[in-house]
């Protein structure tokens, strides 16, 4: 990750692989059954729940974008992601495909603000790493049934 364009910042890197934990985890136990945790719930609940917390968490980096450059419009943008959930997963759409396709659309929204410079220089090359590796894991347990 340390190729092409700004560097990422040593601890926002660390956080993001950090980040991707419970999403690796869920899918080795929902593969293997093995690292189940006594007492907890099925592993595929824990991670979309998680799944939602991070999506959140990703609109509400882009309210942050938009706030960073007084930008009006990206308020509206930064909403989307989570009035895209709301309305698919209202309308019964399974959570973990809702949560599966908001992850790549989120993807150009990132692009959007980073390309008018309220986003880090280097925002995308991680956006793009950690996004990959979510989208894998939500594929590998959708794949198991959830």
């Known amino acids: 990750m340390r190729g092409v364009g700004p560097k990422i910042p040593g601890l926002a890197l660390v956080l993001g692989l950090a980040g991707l934990i419970p999403f690796v985890w869920g899918v080795l136990v929902v593969q293997t059954g093995a690292l189940m945790l006594p007492g907890m719930v099925d592993p595929r609940v824990a991670v979309l729940a998680y799944a ?8 509400g980096c882009l ?8 930008w009006t419009p990206g308020y509206g943008i930064s909403i989307a992601p989570v009035l895209y959930f709301i309305l698919f997963a209202g309308f019964g759409m399974p959570i973990n495909f809702v949560l599966l396709i908001g992850f790549v659309l989120l993807l150009p929204l990132d692009w959007v603000f980073a390309s008018r410079g309220l986003a880090p220089g280097w925002w995308m090359k991680l956006r793009l790493v950690l996004t990959a590796v979510v989208v894998a894991c939500l594929i590998a347990i959708v794949r198991t049934g959830a």
């Open 63 to 70: 309210w942050g974008f938009a706030a960073k450059g007084d």
């Open 52 to 59: 939602l917390m991070i999506f959140c968490f990703m609109a």
